[in-house]
């Protein structure tokens, strides 16, 4: 069973990635959707995004993406970016305001064993910040690099007077991330739970990636092929 958090072997510089973040301050932060999930101030803005737009928040599994504009102006968030030598979904610049919480949830399809991992590098944090992920508190620091399969329920309580933000970059699992989860630990041959389908449903969920080919919805469809 691989663990449900592990703080990758790199860090980056929190002096360049606040300075950053006040580039992005002027732009506009959009309230998350999930309205439902949360409670005081949950706030986003893109530096990746399914139409290129800084204030598309969205985030939906195998659609293509495209950097915003937003994002040629943060060179530092690029050299991150490309640090992570895989594909790159949504790009994202999470605000948790103070005295706001984001309720226990999970988030679909998001553990390293479906194909994707969502890293969440701190900006700006504190010790009144509690990440819960499978009931495990998750000791994120800023400048630190953590994963987390969000499938698990988890949960985020800012008890402090500041925002927390954080920058979170959805990958697509490759032969480098393999070799990366490996050296922290990982059984990369472990395999999600099997969902079975019917034919039926299996071509229909075929015609659908077809429709916006990517690098892991070409993985699925092999998988399903297989079957």
């Avoid at 580039?23 to 706030?43: A, M, Q, S, V």
Wanted: net charge negative.
């Amino acid at each position: 069973m691989n663990p449900s958090s592990s703080k990758l072997p790199v860090s980056f510089s929190i002096d360049k990635l606040q300075q950053e973040l006040a580039i992005c301050e002027n732009d506009l932060w959009t309230p998350h959707f999930n309205t439902g999930r949360y409670e005081g101030k949950w706030t986003s803005v893109s530096l990746r995004s399914q139409s290129g737009l800084i204030n598309d928040i969205m985030s939906f599994p195998n659609k293509e993406y495209k950097n915003t504009e937003l994002l040629d102006r943060c060179q530092y968030f690029k050299e991150i970016m490309d640090w992570f030598q895989c594909e790159k979904e949504a790009v994202r610049l999470l605000r948790l305001g103070p005295d706001s919480e984001i309720k226990e949830h999970v988030d679909n399809d998001t553990s390293y064993e479906d194909g994707f991992f969502r890293i969440h590098i701190p900006i700006i944090t504190n010790s009144e910040v509690y990440f819960y992920v499978d009931k495990k508190m998750v000791p994120m620091k800023m400048g630190e690099c953590w994963y987390a399969n969000f499938q698990l329920p988890h949960s985020v309580e800012n008890k402090s007077s500041e925002p927390r933000i954080h920058l979170t970059l959805d990958c697509i699992r490759n032969d480098w991330s393999d070799k990366l989860f490996a050296e922290m630990g990982f059984d990369i041959s472990s395999s999600p739970a099997k969902k079975q389908y019917s034919d039926e449903m299996k071509q229909k969920i075929i015609a659908e990636l077809s429709r916006n080919p990517s690098e892991a919805g070409a993985k699925i469809i092999a998988n399903l092929l297989a079957e």
